[in-house]
């Protein structure tokens, strides 16, 4: 790798926080355990100032790669410039908690919930599969009641955290909220939303491909490999300086105008961050406000939720609607259960039932092919992943471990925020998928 490669590499990082791009050879190691890793056993920024050995700064210290992300997820304003989602001025609804000592019961219960991992013939208990995931908040709601919630590393009940991908699911609601609601018509070419797209192979997709990732784009995704897509995409949306020398695109929809066209729109899913974008610019156009405006008005202002949002933004103002969004534990918890409770939540409708009906259903199975190795032959849509297990399950889902899983049979809403050591959730379901089937099993036997 070329000095000045490594330099835009470096750069990169920081704004490729969806796609886990910075995690680097440290993760492909024996990494620290989850106890050892916490931010406070390893001292990361405490101190006036803190040692030289033990400060996190943008960009030399490639803060997002292991065991530093574990202090840096929930510190992302520190590092890159965000645009708030704001929650307005009202009071927030609080959440429904049982008793102190039902709580504690409970706790104490789950904790105890024994399964088997995936390939697996050894039991572990869902309190090990929290530390083997290196979690940082998990809360679980049953009925509209939570019935667990805990707080690890960086991460305490009035902080918030890195949602990574999960953000992709915020920018796919709002749009189907649109199309639903008549406002945006799926079935436009993207040119016809967004003439500036110009000749990029996004033109000639239809925006229900865009919202499915079923469109054919020139998009890498290969962390391991320096001159990716990925790269040259962080390199543009970057809020820094750009190097000396850099003559490659702008801010995201630069980028996105110069995509070159890979296969045929419509045949395969294939999970490119490139269309979360280019969707966040349709429902941006169509709407008149920027994602966070519209994540705003739509959402956040009405759900009662507790704290602001932030989302990180390119060097043009332009929000990361693949994945710049930070948020509270328990704020997530309330989209939650208003995907859970089909778009009603502290007794009003925020959009209509048919949003949550369409993305539950999930998109065309065939298109998903045989799914991944971890999580079966589910399928993608509106930016949200489908299950298709027996409790009809689908889930908001971002690297390192972040999830937002809605479980429609057991009545379950679960939030999880991790800083896994690798990006990839093919590492973290194995253990994750089947702890939340043994916990929502749990809950429709026991409460």
């Not at 040692?51 to 510190?75: G, N």
């Not at 399964?115 to 995931?133: G, I, K, R, V, Y």
């Not at 509209?144 to 890195?162: I, N, P």
């Not at 405006?293 to 693949?322: C, H, I, N």
Request: glycine residues 10%; hydrophobic residues 40%.
């Amino acid at each position: 790798m070329s000095s000045s490669t490594s330099d835009l590499v470096t750069l990169a990082a920081g704004v490729a926080l969806a796609l886990g791009a910075a995690s680097g050879v440290a993760a492909q190691q024996a990494p620290l355990s989850a106890q050892d890793s916490d931010p406070r056993v390893m001292g990361w920024m405490q101190g006036f100032p803190p040692p030289a050995d033990k400060m996190i700064t943008q960009p030399d210290s490639v803060y997002f790669s292991f065991p530093r992300l574990r202090w840096s997820v929930c510190h992302l304003r520190e590092f890159l410039p965000t645009e708030e989602i704001s929650r307005g001025v009202g009071a927030p609804v609080p959440l429904d908690y049982p008793s102190p000592a039902k709580f504690a019961e409970l706790r104490a219960q789950i904790d105890a919930v024994t399964f088997l991992p995936q390939n697996s013939d050894q039991p572990m208990t869902w309190e090990e599969s929290l530390f083997a995931n290196y979690t940082d908040g998990m809360l679980i709601l049953h009925k509209g009641q939570v019935v667990y919630e805990r707080y690890f590393g960086c991460l305490e009940e009035d902080g918030k955290h890195a949602i990574m991908s999960m953000t992709k699911s915020f920018t796919g609601l709002l749009a189907e909220i649109m199309v639903v609601e008549g406002t945006l018509d799926d079935t436009l070419l993207v040119r016809d939303v967004i003439p500036e797209i110009g000749d990029s192979a996004f033109a000639s997709a239809t925006v229900r491909q865009v919202m499915d990732m079923t469109t054919g784009v020139k998009y890498s995704e290969n962390y391991s490999d320096p001159n990716a897509d990925i790269w040259l995409y962080s390199a543009a949306a970057s809020p820094l300086p750009k190097p000396e020398g850099y003559d490659g695109p702008d801010g995201y929809w630069e980028y996105l105008q110069q995509v070159q066209p890979e296969g045929n729109h419509g045949d395969e899913f294939h999970y490119k961050t490139i269309n979360s974008d280019m969707l966040g610019w349709i429902i941006s156009r169509v709407s008149g406000k920027p994602v966070t405006d519209l994540a705003s008005e739509r959402l956040w202002r009405r759900m009662g939720v507790e704290q602001d949002a932030y989302q990180t933004v390119d060097g043009k103002g332009v929000p990361f609607a693949g994945g710049g969004i930070t948020a509270g534990l328990r704020d997530l918890g309330r989209l939650g259960q208003l995907m859970l409770d089909r778009g009603e939540l502290n007794g009003e409708r925020l959009f209509p039932a048919e949003v949550v009906e369409k993305i539950s259903a999930g998109g065309d199975r065939s298109k998903f092919g045989d799914g991944f190795p971890t999580f079966g032959a589910g399928s993608y849509t509106s930016q949200w992943w489908v299950l298709h297990n027996d409790h009809g399950a689908f889930a908001a889902r971002g690297v390192h471990g972040q999830t937002i899983y809605v479980d429609p049979t057991a009545e379950m809403v679960l939030v999880r925020l991790a800083s896994f050591p690798q990006a990839q959730n093919g590492f973290i379901d194995p253990t994750s998928l089947p702890a939340y089937q043994a916990v929502a099993e749990f809950l429709m036997a026991n409460n």
